[in-house]
């Protein structure tokens, strides 16, 4: 019944809505707010360490030095674009003039992403949280808006409680990886226990790994067996990023 409802509500939408490129205006295509070619000139990330997701000179699944050195809590991380225009625009379209269109662009294109990696499907989605007096500011949470359209195509349950932001950190932007670490220690706080033993955080875009890191450590010593990272886009770490 809910897919008929869904596939209905579909049929209306297109109808009433025709998708439409949010880069260029032209139709969109496949159900998307973007057309063909738009779609074709995004920049895809290539794989690079499978571990933290940094640029390495060689395309093979390996792990860069520095996560052997220093292995970082979560397991893997699985970026889907460089953070490089136009998905600049589109992340920071939705954060800071909120065009949810570009939500729901980005969780739908990073959707259809893990969707082709279903042995990493995991039990939960975790978007990474505010702090109340930013999300008081902002009024939404991107990330949670990004989260809300895996949920709705990969039916991955979204949780937005488990964790919560206790201190309010200076934006990361513009801090030598050694300063985002210590900004973000013990930025957050487990609500109440993850009985997941596989779960995901979401972020939009993910630069040295600090922020995500200080949360899967938080799940780990928890009891979380697994954590992975999603991330719409991965900035290299001269460019700045969240
Ligand atoms: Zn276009
Ligand atoms: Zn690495």
Redesign the pocket.
Known sequence: MHEIVNGWRRIIQAWLYPPT?V??G?PGSEDRD??S??SAALPVRRRGCSRCGANLSVERDVVCGRCQQHPPFFDATFALFDYEEPVRHLIRGLKFHRRYAYGRLLGGLLAEHMASHPEHRPELIIPVPLHPVRYRERGFNQTAEIARELWRQLGIPVDAETVCRVRSTTAQAGLSADERRTNIRHAFRLVRPCPQRHVALLDDVVTTGATVNELAKLLKNSGVERVDVWCCARADRSSPGG
Do not use: A, Q
């Open positions: 490129c880069l260029c032209d973007l057309c070619p738009c």
